[in-house]
C-alpha cells in the first residue's frame, strides 16, 4: 500500500459517516500529491453524491479518464440519473453485472423514460432475493408500486400483477398513496379517494427528519391528487374548499405546482374570466430535465390549454395545432389523446355549437376523414342528443365498413377495439337489432381469440351471448371463447360456467370434471321460496324485443301516431226565466230582432221608414227617384254619389294653393 493510501485510510477512518465535507478536503489534500490515484478520486466522487453535488461528480469523473469511469460506473450512471441524463444512466447501469445498486438505478432511470414495463419487472425480480440494506426492502415496494401505477395509467393494467391494496400498503403513506394512483387510473374513483385520505393519516415516521414546511411539501402532492378525484366525483363544494388550502407557491417539485394550479381552475367550476385562466395557465416556467411531466400528463395539460383557447374564441389557432398533431399521427388510432384532439378540432370547426347545426359543420368532415374516430364520435354523439339513433348508427356502421376495407393490421386492431365493439353494441341495444349484437360479437370474438392478449370483457361478452344461440356453429364459437379464457386464468368461474354451459348439447362426460368444479344448483337455489314466488306470479316479458327495445318502439309509435283532438266540454243548458215547456218555442228566435214580424220601431219616422222600405214592395218613381236624388239636397247618399262622379286621380290636391304666373 503506497503512503497516499494510507494517509486516505487514515483521514477517512477519523472522519464520521456525515462529515463528507471533511472527506472531500482530505482527498483534495491528497490529490495534491498524486492527482491520478483512483481510490482518491472515487472516495471524492462519492463525497460528492452524499452531499448531491452531482454535477461536480461527474466534472471528476470526467477529469479522472476512462479508468476512473470504468471503476466508478455505477457512480456515475447514478450522477447521470440525477442530473436528467435518462438513457445514458440506463446504458451504463445495464452493463454492470451482479450488482443490486446498479439493478435499482436501472430501475429508476426506465422509470422516468416511461419504460414502465421493463421498471416494474426489474423490482419484482429484486423483491424476490434478500435486501442487503436496511430499508431497502421497503424502497422497492414504494418504487414497483409506482411502477404498477405508471401501468394502470398508460392501458397495461394487465401487466399488473396485484389489483386489490393490502394491508401492508397501508402502512406507509408512500404505499397508501401508489395503492390510491392505481385505483384511480383503473377507474376506481372512490376507492382512491379512501386511500388517499389513508395516506394523509398514515405512518410518515420517513418524515420525522425534515422541517414543518418540507413535510407540508412532501404531503402537497397528495392533496393535489385528492383534489383531483373529488373534481371527478363531482363533489364540489368539498373541491373548492380543499382548492383553497392548497397554494402552489409552498410546492417545490415544479411539475406538481402545475399539475395544482390546473386542478385548482377545475375545481372553481364554471369560468368566469377564461382570459385570466388562459394567462395563468401559459405563463408556467418551463421544467428542467429533472422535474419533467410525464406523457400522460402532458397530454391532460395539452388538452386543457387547447380548452381554454376554444373559451376565448381562438378557433382557428385549435384548428392548426391540433391538425398539425393530427398530420404527424394519422388516424385511426386508439389513442384517447388523439382522439380527444379530433373532438377539439371538431368543436373549433363547429365554433361550439351543438345540435343540427353543429352537425353540419362537422359532416363535411367527417367525409373528408372518414377513419377518424374521435370525429364520428363527436358526429354520434351528436346524434343522440337529438335522439336520433338510427343516423347515429349509420354513421357508426360508415366508420366499421371503411376499417374493415383497410389491409392494415393496425386498422383492424382499431376495428375491433373493446370501446368500438361496446359503442356498435349499444347503439343494437337501444334499436333492439339482437341479431346484429350477436353476429358483431362473434366477429370480435374470431378476431381476438387468436391474438397473444386478448381482452377478457370481450371475450366474455361474445361468449354469453353466443351460448345463448341454438345453432351449433355459435355452440361451438362459444365453446373455443370459453377454452380460451380457462387457458388464461384457470380459476375464472365465469370461464368454467359459460364451458360447461356451451356444452350443453354435447355428452356430459366431456365436461363433467369442469361441472363438478362449479357451485351446486340446489345450493344457490336453497334460499329461494318456489311456492311464495308462484303465488305471488312472475312477470312474463314478451318475446322478441328486451325492455329497452320496447321502450324505444314505444316512443315510436307515440311519435307516430296523429294527436287525437281534445274533448268538447259540455256547457250546462241555459233556459230563459219564463220558459214553459207546454208552449211551441218562437221559430223566428234565431232571427235578429229587426228582422222579426213582431218587430215595431219605436217613433214616426221609423215607421215611415219601416212603411216604405216593406219587404216585396215596389220602388216608388222608379229611375226618377234616382235622378231626383242625385239633385236635391237630401238622402245620405249624395256624398256617395258625388265621390263617384268626381273622376280620377287628376284633380288639385286638397289644401294645396294654386300657384301664382
Not at 415496494?141 to 398508460?154: M, S, Y
Not at 231626383?628 to 262622379?645: F, L, T
Request: proline share 4%; glycine share 8%; aromatic share 4%.
Amino acid at each position: 500500500m503506497t503512503s497516499e493510501a494510507r494517509t486516505l485510510t487514515a483521514l477517512l477512518q477519523r472522519a464520521s459517516i456525515d462529515d463528507h465535507e471533511e472527506v472531500i478536503r482530505a482527498c483534495n489534500a491528497s490529490l495534491k500529491q498524486s492527482k491520478k490515484d483512483l481510490r482518491t478520486l472515487h472516495a471524492k466522487v462519492v463525497a460528492l453524491l452524499k452531499l448531491d453535488r452531482y454535477k461536480d461528480a461527474l466534472h471528476v469523473l470526467e477529469d479522472g479518464g476512462e479508468a476512473l469511469q470504468e471503476e466508478a460506473r455505477l457512480e456515475r450512471s447514478y450522477a447521470l440519473y440525477k442530473t436528467g441524463e435518462l438513457a445514458e444512466a440506463e446504458r451504463i447501469a445495464k452493463r454492470i453485472d451482479d450488482d443490486r445498486g446498479a439493478r435499482h438505478v436501472e430501475a429508476q432511470a426506465l422509470y422516468r423514460l416511461e419504460d414502465f414495463e421493463r421498471s416494474a419487472l426489474l423490482y419484482r425480480e429484486l423483491s424476490k432475493t434478500h435486501a442487503i440494506i436496511d430499508g431497502e426492502e421497503n424502497d422497492i415496494r414504494i418504487n414497483g408500486g409506482a411502477a404498477d401505477a405508471q401501468l394502470e395509467w398508460t392501458s397495461k393494467g394487465y401487466l399488473v400483477h396485484k389489483k386489490k391494496p393490502g394491508r401492508e400498503d397501508l402502512e406507509a403513506f408512500e404505499l397508501a398513496y401508489n395503492a390510491a394512483c392505481a385505483s384511480i387510473a383503473r377507474g376506481e374513483l372512490a376507492q382512491g379517494e379512501v386511500l388517499l385520505r389513508r395516506s394523509q393519516g398514515s405512518d410518515t415516521s420517513a418524515l420525522d427528519d425534515l422541517t414543518h414546511a418540507e413535510k407540508v411539501a412532501e404531503l402537497l402532492p397528495i392533496q393535489v391528487q385528492q383534489l383531483y378525484v373529488l373534481i371527478r366525483l363531482g363533489k364540489s363544494e368539498d373541491a373548492v374548499k380543499l382548492a383553497s388550502q392548497i397554494s402552489p407557491k409552498d410546492i417545490i417539485d415544479g411539475s406538481t405546482e402545475q399539475v395544482a394550479e390546473i386542478n385548482r381552475i377545475a375545481a372553481s367550476g364554471q369560468v368566469k374570466n377564461p382570459y385570466l385562466h388562459h394567462r395563468i395557465v401559459n405563463a408556467a416556467a418551463p421544467l428542467p430535465k429533472t422535474d419533467k411531466l410525464f406523457t400522460v400528463q402532458l397530454n391532460q395539460i395539452d388538452q386543457d390549454r387547447q380548452v381554454l383557447d376554444l373559451l376565448i374564441s381562438k378557433f382557428g389557432g385549435v384548428i392548426k395545432s391540433t391538425n398539425k398533431t393530427l398530420s404527424e399521427n394519422p388516424p385511426p388510432t386508439t389513442s384517447s389523446h388523439l382522439n380527444s384532439l379530433s373532438v377539439l378540432n371538431a368543436a373549433a370547426h363547429a365554433q361550439g355549437q351543438l345540435g343540427k347545426i353543429g352537425t353540419k359543420h362537422m359532416l363535411p368532415l367527417l367525409e373528408k376523414r372518414p377513419l377518424d374516430v374521435g370525429l364520428a364520435m363527436v358526429v354520434i354523439q351528436l346524434y343522440m342528443l337529438t335522439n336520433n339513433h338510427g343516423s347515429a348508427a349509420t354513421v357508426l356502421e360508415s366508420l366499421l365498413k371503411h376499417l374493415e376495407n383497410s389491409t392494415s393490421a393496425h386498422d383492424q386492431d382499431v376495428r375491433f377495439a373493446p370501446g368500438l365493439v361496446a359503442t356498435v353494441v349499444s347503439l343494437y341495444t337501444l334499436q333492439g337489432r339482437r341479431k346484429q349484437i350477436k353476429t358483431e360479437l362473434a366477429k370480435a370474438a374470431t378476431y381476438w381469440r387468436h391474438k397473444s392478449k386478448p381482452p377478457r370483457s370481450l371475450l366474455q361478452a361474445a361468449g354469453l351471448t353466443l351460448v345463448e344461440s341454438s345453432k351449433a356453429d355459435d355452440q361451438a364459437s362459444a365453446q373455443d371463447i370459453f377454452n380460451v379464457l380457462r387457458q388464461e386464468d384457470p380459476s375464472s368461474k365465469i370461464a368454467a360456467a359459460g364451458y360447461v354451459a356451451a356444452h350443453a348439447f354435447s355428452p356430459t362426460s366431456s365436461v363433467a370434471g369442469e361441472a363438478d368444479k362449479l357451485t351446486p344448483v340446489s345450493r344457490l337455489v336453497a334460499d329461494i321460496d318456489t311456492s311464495a314466488l308462484e303465488e305471488a306470479g312472475v312477470l312474463q316479458p314478451k318475446l322478441g324485443l328486451d325492455a329497452a327495445a320496447q321502450a324505444a318502439a314505444t316512443r315510436k309509435r307515440a311519435l307516430d301516431e296523429k294527436p287525437k283532438p281534445a274533448k268538447k266540454r259540455l256547457r250546462k243548458s241555459r233556459l230563459p226565466k219564463d220558459y214553459d215547456a207546454s208552449k211551441a218555442p218562437d221559430p223566428e228566435r234565431w232571427l235578429p230582432l229587426k228582422e222579426r214580424s213582431s218587430y215595431r220601431p219605436k217613433g214616426k219616422k221609423g215607421r215611415q221608414k219601416v212603411a216604405a222600405l216593406t219587404q216585396g214592395g215596389v220602388e216608388k218613381g222608379g229611375d226618377a227617384g234616382a235622378a231626383a236624388s242625385s239633385g236635391g239636397k237630401g238622402g245620405g247618399g249624395e256624398g256617395v254619389i258625388k265621390a263617384a262622379a268626381g273622376g280620377g286621380g287628376g284633380g288639385k290636391a286638397k289644401g294645396k294653393k294654386k300657384s301664382k304666373k
